[in-house]
């Protein structure tokens, strides 16, 4: 799985079978949803990718229809201070679903291996090990019957600095745009680098990654309601 192979031409054509291919989609996650909960499933759904990917868009529009007491979005930021206490996973199986519930991550366990390996808040030795321990406890999950994918929303460069224009001149989305994401762009090379080995060293049939082309973003949120669809089916 090559980020280079990734065809980041690909574009919904006709906004009306957008649309309705969107809305009969929903319908159908959210029919999955009730049918993971009356059997008992569990489910854990990974986001990652670059900054201004739109992977809080593709999130809205999969839990659009979505029973709220049968999912929860877990957005991740930095570790609190009781949270760096503790080995990095810790936080991450506290929030790991029950039984009928789907999880959904906003980033995760794998800003082990790309934000603090890339930024040096993990030394060299720390982010090495971490893909035997997120595969160890990938595995635990899916060997206790939770459902997994993993996401990874892929743009090229000049579709970020686009987004990130619009973002300063938006002031509704000013907020999202901070000092620390022009600081990540200047790293895009080495961005790059650990992306492509964390898709290389993670990526199994029980928890696969799908990279999803996102210049177009209603190709990607299409794209990610298919494959979430797929997994709960």
Known sequence: MSLAGVDLGATVGDQDAYEKEVKALQERVFRLQIDTYLAGRKAVLVFEGWDASGKGGAIRRLTSLMDPRGYKVWPIAAPSEEERRH????????????????????????????????????????????????????????????????????????????????????PLKQYKLGPEDWRNRERWRKYEGAIQEMLDRTHRPDAPWHVVPGNDKRYSRLEVLRRCAELLA
């Not at 082990?112 to 595969?135: K, Q, S, T």
Request: hydrophobic share 40%.
């Open 87 to 170: 080995h990095y996973l810790w936080r991450f199986w506290r929030k790991t679903p029950g039984t009928g519930e789907l999880c959904i991550f906003d980033r995760s366990w794998y800003g082990r291996v790309l934000v603090e390996r890339v930024e040096g808040f993990a030394r060299p030795a720390e982010w090495r090990r971490a893909y035997d321990e997120i595969n160890a406890f990938e595995r635990m999950l899916t060997d206790d019957g939770v459902r997994m994918a993993k996401f990874f929303i892929h743009i090229d460069k000049k579709t970020q600095l686009q987004r990130f224009r619009a973002r300063e001149k938006d």
